[in-house]
DNA sequence: ATAATTCCTCTAGTGACTAGAGCTACAAGA
DNA sequence: TCTTGTAGCTCTAGTCACTAGAGGAATTAT
């Protein structure tokens, strides 16, 4: 049986994230000590790893809610949470693309900067002149 | 003499946007109409403009309150607004490789699948399990 | 036995908006 | 002039995934 902060430092999961986690139904309400303290066991820590691993990956909680309820029944096929994940990897691919247009913009903003005076500043004037990007954005 | 639905349509600000970028002193507070109404002239059509621009760019408030204040001394070396930028380059290059890592993590998981069961999908299988994972996350 | 640490619940804050309620002002047509 | 519809006003609360803190109780170590 694990305390909550024993939970914590075998899961890198904070107390408080835990806490979270159980408030919104991705673990289930643990059972209690005497005193009113959780108490957790060994599918917990495996409960847990997943939901971390999972945010790692950038997944949101109701994608993590789902996968954890079709784990729960190993017949179904797995297209669904295939789905999941590819939809996942979709919005990672636009999210680059998009920081990846930023990082082009920037640079081109800041190497036209002399650095003399804001009167002139390159990155100043590019913020107030839309005429001066490239791109569409 | 603009009402703030005119500013909204001439720069693709939202209402209720600009009344918070005024909350939040990135724009001064709009003289009113009779009726209590904000009435704007050309350099809020700027202002508002410039600010978009820097959110677009991905920039946070406080950094454009400060672009903005910087720009204000025309006089001053620009040196704080390029670093601003440079800043916040850094930081869109960070966010593109933790990205670029998880896109490829993703991939390879997906593609471990063959998509049969829950029971054997390389999906569940790779979140229950970090020994199937590639690289440090 | 006492002290230090951990745990509990509850509330509020983060960033950059967005949605909605309940009310008022303004512009255009009859 | 009257009416109607749209647009505006303020204020509160919700989004997401936590995080911080208050105030108090339980547990563990000395």
Redesign the interface.
């Known amino acids: 049986m694990l305390s909550i902060g024993d939970l914590s430092k075998r899961t890198g999961v904070k107390v408080p994230t835990i806490r979270y986690y159980e408030q919104m139904g991705l673990i289930e309400a643990a059972e209690r000590s005497e005193g009113n303290q959780r108490r957790y066991e060994r599918n917990d820590l ?1 409960r847990l ?2 939901i971390r ?2 945010r ?3 997944l949101d909680i109701p994608a993590i809610r789902e ?1 954890i309820a ?2 729960q ?7 669904n ?2 789905r ?3 939809d ?2 979709v919005a ?2 636009e ?2 693309e998009k ?2 247009k ?2 082009h ?3 081109r ?2 190497s036209h ?1 002399d ?7 390159y ?2 004037r ?3 002149d ?1 005429g001066l ?1 490239e791109g569409e ?1």
């Open positions: 495996e790893a997943f691993h999972a790692d990956l950038g996968l079709l784990s029944h190993p017949d179904l096929p797995c297209v949470a295939d999941i994940a590819a996942h990897l990672v691919r999210k680059i920081l990846k930023l990082e913009e920037l640079e903003i800041i900067c650095g003399h005076s804001i009167e002139d500043c990155v100043i590019a913020l107030s839309h990007c954005h």
